[in-house]
């Protein structure tokens, strides 16, 4: 492992907790914080560019990354891989920037184990019920995808307890407060 200088974020949490958004925002009012961008195999969808969305890889480069220990978290998910190449983040760290991570718990949990000083912080909706509704309230699925969602974000919740830091995104404003707070705190801490 390269010596580091800045500090590793790890947000997680379900689909529809509101971690996309609030990371946005804290990157927004946090210029030494910067996004890691993850590798996946999946194809780009419009719109989307190497490098800046994902790094888009075919499935046997990526497979060959996970054999030479190139990630630092990987999942198959639906036959796509996805991961976050541990040499992208390495040199951010070592540039003196922070870095954040938005995976899943899983992922969350495999950078736990690299790096057990990684800051983990996981967001919670208020309620299974808000959930579902914010789910519908994107109307990107049918009530099949989004009830199946609604399962997936139940079983993930049940691994917020490995996080150090659970923040339920209840009102947006608290909840990007709160995450900063944990931030800096970490960062300053470094």
């Given at each position: 492992?390269?010596?580091?200088?800045g500090?590793?974020?790890?947000?997680?949490?379900?689909?529809?907790?509101g971690?996309?958004?609030?990371c946005?925002?804290?990157?927004?009012?946090?210029?030494n914080?910067?996004?890691?961008?993850?590798?996946?195999t999946?194809?780009?969808?419009?719109?989307?560019?190497?490098?800046?969305?994902?790094?888009?890889?075919?499935?046997?480069?990526?497979?060959?990354?996970?054999?030479?220990?190139?990630?630092?978290?990987h999942?198959?998910?639906?036959g796509?891989?996805?991961?976050?190449?541990l040499?992208?983040?390495?040199?951010?760290?070592?540039?003196?920037f922070?870095v954040?991570?938005?995976?899943?718990?899983?992922?969350?949990?495999?950078?736990?184990?690299?790096?057990?000083?990684?800051?983990?912080?996981?967001?919670?909706?208020?309620?299974?019920?808000?959930?579902?509704?914010?789910?519908s309230?994107?109307?990107?699925?049918?009530?099949?995808?989004?009830?199946?969602?609604?399962?997936?974000?139940?079983?993930?919740?049940?691994?917020?307890?490995?996080?150090?830091?659970?923040?339920i995104?209840?009102?947006?404003?608290?909840?990007l407060a709160?995450?900063?707070?944990?931030?800096l705190?970490?960062?300053?801490?470094?």
């Amino acid at each position: 492992m390269a010596e580091t200088c800045g500090s590793l974020i790890v947000v997680s949490g379900p689909s529809g907790c509101g971690k996309t958004s609030l990371c946005a925002a804290l990157l927004q009012r946090c210029l030494n914080l910067k996004l890691s961008v993850s590798a996946t195999t999946r194809p780009p969808r419009p719109g989307e560019t190497d490098g800046l969305h994902y790094h888009f890889l075919d499935l046997p480069s990526f497979e060959q990354q996970v054999r030479d220990g190139a990630f630092l978290e990987h999942a198959l998910v639906h036959g796509n891989g996805y991961g976050t190449r541990l040499g992208d983040v390495d040199a951010m760290l070592a540039d003196g920037f922070d870095v954040l991570l938005e995976i899943d718990w899983q992922g969350a949990s495999q950078v736990g184990l690299l790096r057990p000083q990684a800051c983990r912080i996981f967001i919670l909706p208020p309620s299974i019920e808000e959930l579902r509704r914010r789910l519908s309230s994107r109307g990107q699925d049918d009530a099949s995808v989004i009830e199946r969602r609604v399962a997936a974000a139940e079983s993930e919740i049940a691994h917020a307890g490995e996080a150090g830091f659970r923040i339920i995104n209840d009102d947006f404003d608290t909840a990007l407060a709160e995450l900063q707070a944990i931030y800096l705190a970490h960062s300053v801490a470094r």
